[in-house]
């Protein structure tokens, strides 16, 4: 059964009207937790977002094990191989990061002694560290991130690009602290 949803979505103080196609799915969070009902949508939608994301990092953390990286490891590189030459220091990395409880100076500890990452003193300001990505480094990044995106291939077909951006909508609004 299909069933066309209708929502008006305001971005940027701009309204969207969208349309969006709901299909009966095999998966749900009720059967997948086991959880007959919730508090409310609310409620739900929370659970459900958690779910999800737990879900998605266990299969990034998949994809990872056979370059031996973990979800925060590759964050840490990835935000070193996308800053270039240019050096971050920890707090730089720290605001990068997509898990903000990640203890930053234990991952650059672990990325060290794989001789992925170099840490040198900022020369400008002795109190601060600068890292950045080692050659080695980068090639275990650019390996990573092609299994990455093997293991995102598998499931990137179950949303259209509609749906997806009105996803990314939907949760950008609901982290709007305004």
């Not at 009720?30 to 609310?42: A, E, L, S």
């Not at 299994?147 to 749906?163: A, C, I, K, N």
Request: glycine share 4%; aromatic share 6%.
């Amino acid at each position: 059964m299909t069933k066309l949803l209708d929502f008006i979505i305001p971005l940027n103080y701009t309204l969207v009207y969208t349309k969006v196609v709901h299909t009966e799915v095999k998966m749900s969070i009720h059967t997948d937790i086991k959880v007959p009902r919730f508090k409310n949508p609310y409620n739900k939608g929370v659970v459900n977002i958690i779910y999800t994301g737990h879900w998605l990092v266990d299969a990034m953390n998949q994809a990872l094990k056979g370059v031996d990286l973990t979800e925060p490891q590759y964050n840490v590189l990835s935000s070193l191989y996308g800053a270039g030459d240019t050096p971050l220091n920890v707090s730089q990395l720290q605001q990068r990061m997509v898990q903000k409880s990640s203890n930053v100076t234990r991952i650059i500890d672990k990325l060290l002694r794989k001789n992925l990452v170099d840490r040198q003193i900022c020369p400008e300001n002795r109190r601060k560290v600068n890292i950045s990505i080692t050659d080695e480094g980068k090639n275990l990044f650019r390996l990573a991130r092609e299994q990455v995106w093997t293991s995102q291939s598998q499931t990137e077909h179950r949303l259209s690009d509609e749906e997806l951006d009105l996803l990314s909508a939907l949760l950008d609004k609901l982290r709007d602290s305004e």
